[in-house]
Protein backbone atom coordinates (compact mmCIF):
# COMPACT_ATOMS: atom_id res chain seq x y z
CA UNK A 1 0.00 0.00 0.00
CA UNK A 2 1.61 3.35 -0.80
CA UNK A 3 0.54 6.71 0.64
CA UNK A 4 -0.65 9.59 -1.96
CA UNK A 5 1.91 12.37 -1.29
CA UNK A 6 -0.58 15.03 -2.88
CA UNK A 7 -3.94 15.87 -3.69
CA UNK A 8 -4.80 16.12 -7.01
CA UNK A 9 -7.46 18.21 -8.09
CA UNK A 10 -10.69 17.22 -9.82
CA UNK A 11 -9.52 19.07 -12.73
CA UNK A 12 -5.57 17.68 -12.94
CA UNK A 13 -7.01 13.94 -12.57
CA UNK A 14 -9.82 14.49 -15.70
CA UNK A 15 -6.65 15.70 -18.01
CA UNK A 16 -4.58 12.99 -16.55
CA UNK A 17 -2.02 15.19 -16.31
CA UNK A 18 0.25 13.30 -13.59
CA UNK A 19 0.01 10.35 -15.87
CA UNK A 20 -1.72 7.16 -13.54
CA UNK A 21 -4.47 6.27 -15.65
CA UNK A 22 -3.99 5.32 -19.48
CA UNK A 23 -4.95 7.45 -22.42
CA UNK A 24 -7.60 9.70 -22.32
CA UNK A 25 -10.78 9.78 -20.82
CA UNK A 26 -12.36 13.40 -21.60
CA UNK A 27 -14.91 11.99 -23.99
CA UNK A 28 -16.33 9.94 -21.03
CA UNK A 29 -16.35 12.80 -18.71
CA UNK A 30 -17.95 15.20 -21.79
CA UNK A 31 -20.88 12.15 -22.28
CA UNK A 32 -21.48 13.17 -18.40
CA UNK A 33 -22.53 16.45 -18.71
CA UNK A 34 -25.19 14.91 -20.80
CA UNK A 35 -27.23 12.09 -18.45
CA UNK A 36 -30.26 13.46 -17.87
CA UNK A 37 -29.29 12.53 -14.09
CA UNK A 38 -26.96 15.59 -13.87
CA UNK A 39 -29.95 17.53 -12.05
CA UNK A 40 -31.22 15.11 -9.41
CA UNK A 41 -31.43 15.91 -5.84
CA UNK A 42 -28.67 12.83 -4.93
CA UNK A 43 -27.76 10.95 -7.97
CA UNK A 44 -26.39 13.98 -9.81
CA UNK A 45 -23.20 15.46 -11.27
CA UNK A 46 -21.75 16.25 -7.82
CA UNK A 47 -22.00 12.75 -6.43
CA UNK A 48 -20.78 11.45 -9.96
CA UNK A 49 -17.91 13.83 -9.68
CA UNK A 50 -17.26 13.09 -5.96
CA UNK A 51 -16.96 9.67 -6.40
CA UNK A 52 -14.79 10.20 -9.49
CA UNK A 53 -12.46 12.10 -7.35
CA UNK A 54 -12.11 10.17 -4.11
CA UNK A 55 -12.16 6.42 -6.12
CA UNK A 56 -9.18 8.35 -8.25
CA UNK A 57 -7.08 9.03 -4.98
CA UNK A 58 -8.27 5.49 -3.60
CA UNK A 59 -6.46 3.51 -5.99
CA UNK A 60 -3.57 5.96 -5.86
CA UNK A 61 -3.38 4.97 -2.64
CA UNK A 62 -4.25 1.23 -3.35
CA UNK A 63 -1.13 1.23 -5.64
CA UNK A 64 -3.56 0.29 -8.87
CA UNK A 65 -2.07 0.18 -12.32
CA UNK A 66 -2.84 2.64 -14.98
CA UNK A 67 -4.99 0.24 -16.96
CA UNK A 68 -6.73 -0.68 -14.03
CA UNK A 69 -6.92 3.06 -13.19
CA UNK A 70 -8.47 4.08 -16.22
CA UNK A 71 -11.16 1.14 -15.53
CA UNK A 72 -12.09 2.60 -12.45
CA UNK A 73 -12.30 6.45 -13.51
CA UNK A 74 -14.69 5.39 -16.32
CA UNK A 75 -16.77 3.11 -13.72
CA UNK A 76 -16.68 5.86 -11.41
CA UNK A 77 -18.08 8.28 -13.70
CA UNK A 78 -20.66 5.78 -15.07
CA UNK A 79 -21.75 4.16 -11.69
CA UNK A 80 -25.13 6.38 -11.41
CA UNK A 81 -25.52 7.33 -15.12
CA UNK A 82 -28.93 8.20 -16.24
CA UNK A 83 -30.23 6.70 -12.68
CA UNK A 84 -34.15 6.92 -12.80
CA UNK A 85 -33.72 9.01 -9.08
CA UNK A 86 -35.60 6.86 -6.85
CA UNK A 87 -34.59 4.83 -4.10
CA UNK A 88 -36.40 2.01 -2.42
CA UNK A 89 -35.24 -1.23 -3.92
CA UNK A 90 -34.35 0.41 -7.62
CA UNK A 91 -30.59 0.12 -7.28
CA UNK A 92 -30.49 -2.81 -10.07
CA UNK A 93 -32.78 -0.58 -12.28
CA UNK A 94 -30.18 1.71 -11.97
CA UNK A 95 -27.12 -0.19 -12.30
CA UNK A 96 -28.56 -1.50 -15.56
CA UNK A 97 -29.33 1.37 -16.93
CA UNK A 98 -25.50 2.47 -16.27
CA UNK A 99 -23.95 -0.13 -17.88
CA UNK A 100 -26.22 0.06 -20.77
CA UNK A 101 -25.24 3.98 -20.86
CA UNK A 102 -21.49 2.45 -20.90
CA UNK A 103 -22.67 0.39 -23.79
CA UNK A 104 -23.43 3.35 -26.01
CA UNK A 105 -20.89 5.11 -25.09
CA UNK A 106 -17.47 3.11 -24.58
CA UNK A 107 -14.71 3.87 -26.37
CA UNK A 108 -12.54 1.35 -29.08
CA UNK A 109 -9.85 1.27 -26.56
CA UNK A 110 -11.62 0.14 -23.86
CA UNK A 111 -13.23 -2.66 -25.78
CA UNK A 112 -11.30 -5.59 -24.00
CA UNK A 113 -11.88 -4.22 -21.04
CA UNK A 114 -15.79 -3.63 -20.90
CA UNK A 115 -16.56 -6.61 -18.91
CA UNK A 116 -13.72 -4.68 -16.14
CA UNK A 117 -15.51 -1.92 -16.17
CA UNK A 118 -19.03 -3.25 -16.14
CA UNK A 119 -17.89 -5.38 -13.01
CA UNK A 120 -16.96 -2.23 -11.52
CA UNK A 121 -20.57 -0.63 -11.49
CA UNK A 122 -22.20 -3.57 -10.59
CA UNK A 123 -20.35 -3.69 -7.78
CA UNK A 124 -22.14 0.32 -6.41
CA UNK A 125 -25.16 -2.17 -6.34
CA UNK A 126 -26.61 -1.27 -2.84
CA UNK A 127 -26.71 -3.63 -0.64
CA UNK A 128 -23.84 -4.54 -1.22
CA UNK A 129 -23.54 -8.39 -2.20
CA UNK A 130 -20.59 -9.23 -0.27
CA UNK A 131 -18.25 -7.11 2.12
CA UNK A 132 -15.21 -5.83 0.05
CA UNK A 133 -11.88 -7.85 -0.70
CA UNK A 134 -12.29 -9.90 2.12
CA UNK A 135 -15.72 -11.50 1.20
CA UNK A 136 -14.55 -12.00 -3.08
CA UNK A 137 -14.57 -8.37 -4.35
CA UNK A 138 -11.25 -7.47 -5.75
CA UNK A 139 -9.11 -4.16 -4.56
CA UNK A 140 -10.75 -1.87 -7.28
CA UNK A 141 -14.00 -2.58 -6.48
CA UNK A 142 -13.60 -2.26 -2.65
CA UNK A 143 -12.49 1.23 -3.28
CA UNK A 144 -14.95 2.15 -6.04
CA UNK A 145 -17.62 0.79 -3.01
CA UNK A 146 -15.95 2.83 -0.20
CA UNK A 147 -16.05 6.02 -2.63
CA UNK A 148 -19.63 5.96 -3.14
CA UNK A 149 -20.99 5.70 0.25
CA UNK A 150 -18.53 8.10 1.64
CA UNK A 151 -20.62 10.95 0.46
CA UNK A 152 -22.06 11.37 3.94
CA UNK A 153 -18.57 13.00 5.37
CA UNK A 154 -18.72 15.52 1.77
CA UNK A 155 -18.96 19.42 3.53
CA UNK A 156 -22.13 19.43 1.44
CA UNK A 157 -24.04 16.24 3.13
CA UNK A 158 -26.96 18.22 4.62
CA UNK A 159 -28.02 19.20 1.15
CA UNK A 160 -26.75 15.76 -0.28
CA UNK A 161 -27.80 13.53 2.40
CA UNK A 162 -30.82 15.40 3.91
CA UNK A 163 -32.66 16.61 1.57
CA UNK A 164 -31.21 14.63 -1.65
CA UNK A 165 -32.02 11.22 -0.02
CA UNK A 166 -35.33 12.56 1.48
CA UNK A 167 -36.69 13.46 -2.38
CA UNK A 168 -35.55 10.16 -3.83
CA UNK A 169 -36.79 7.98 -1.17
CA UNK A 170 -39.96 10.32 -1.03
CA UNK A 171 -39.36 10.73 2.62
CA UNK A 172 -38.77 13.56 4.97
CA UNK A 173 -35.70 15.33 5.77
CA UNK A 174 -36.44 14.53 9.32
CA UNK A 175 -36.89 10.65 9.13
CA UNK A 176 -33.69 10.41 6.66
CA UNK A 177 -31.81 12.56 9.95
CA UNK A 178 -33.08 10.07 12.44
CA UNK A 179 -31.70 6.97 10.61
CA UNK A 180 -28.83 8.27 9.40
CA UNK A 181 -26.91 8.10 13.28
CA UNK A 182 -27.23 4.57 13.15
CA UNK A 183 -26.61 3.84 9.49
CA UNK A 184 -23.65 5.20 10.35
CA UNK A 185 -22.74 3.61 13.77
CA UNK A 186 -24.10 0.19 12.40
CA UNK A 187 -24.50 -0.64 8.57
CA UNK A 188 -21.68 2.00 7.11
CA UNK A 189 -18.67 -0.13 6.50
CA UNK A 190 -15.50 0.70 4.69
CA UNK A 191 -13.69 -2.30 3.15
CA UNK A 192 -10.85 -1.44 1.16
CA UNK A 193 -7.46 -0.36 3.42
CA UNK A 194 -8.09 3.22 1.59
CA UNK A 195 -11.53 3.31 2.86
CA UNK A 196 -10.83 2.43 6.17
CA UNK A 197 -7.74 4.72 6.88
CA UNK A 198 -9.91 7.20 4.81
CA UNK A 199 -13.21 7.33 6.52
CA UNK A 200 -13.60 5.22 9.42
CA UNK A 201 -12.06 7.29 11.94
CA UNK A 202 -14.83 10.04 10.92
CA UNK A 203 -17.92 8.22 11.83
CA UNK A 204 -18.09 9.50 15.57
CA UNK A 205 -17.71 13.28 14.45
CA UNK A 206 -20.16 12.56 11.84
CA UNK A 207 -22.53 11.34 14.53
CA UNK A 208 -21.95 13.77 16.90
CA UNK A 209 -22.74 16.27 14.14
CA UNK A 210 -26.02 14.95 13.56
CA UNK A 211 -27.29 14.27 17.09
CA UNK A 212 -26.33 18.24 17.54
CA UNK A 213 -28.34 19.28 14.34
CA UNK A 214 -31.57 17.13 15.60
CA UNK A 215 -31.11 18.95 19.27
CA UNK A 216 -30.69 22.60 16.64
CA UNK A 217 -33.81 21.53 15.22
CA UNK A 218 -36.10 21.00 18.33
CA UNK A 219 -36.31 16.80 17.71
CA UNK A 220 -34.65 14.81 20.38
CA UNK A 221 -38.20 13.87 21.74
CA UNK A 222 -39.01 12.61 18.16
CA UNK A 223 -35.86 11.37 18.03
CA UNK A 224 -35.83 9.33 20.83
CA UNK A 225 -39.58 7.98 20.63
CA UNK A 226 -39.16 7.25 16.27
CA UNK A 227 -35.67 4.84 18.43
CA UNK A 228 -37.71 3.79 21.11
CA UNK A 229 -34.78 5.43 23.68
Known amino acids: MKKSTVVLSLTEILLNEHGYHDGDITPYVQNLFNFHNVDLPYHNLRHM ?36 GQLNGMDKNSVARA ?6 HILPEDENERHNIVRLIQATEYPHAKKGAT ?38 IKLVLFAQPAFIGGKLNFTSVWGKDEFEHLKEGKINEMLRWIKILGLEKEYREYHNI
Open 49 to 84: LDVTWKAYHGGIVSGLPPRVMRNLIIAAIYHDANHP
Open 99 to 104: IETLNR
Open 135 to 172: EGYQIDEAVLQDADMSMVFSDVWLQQILVGISKEEKSS
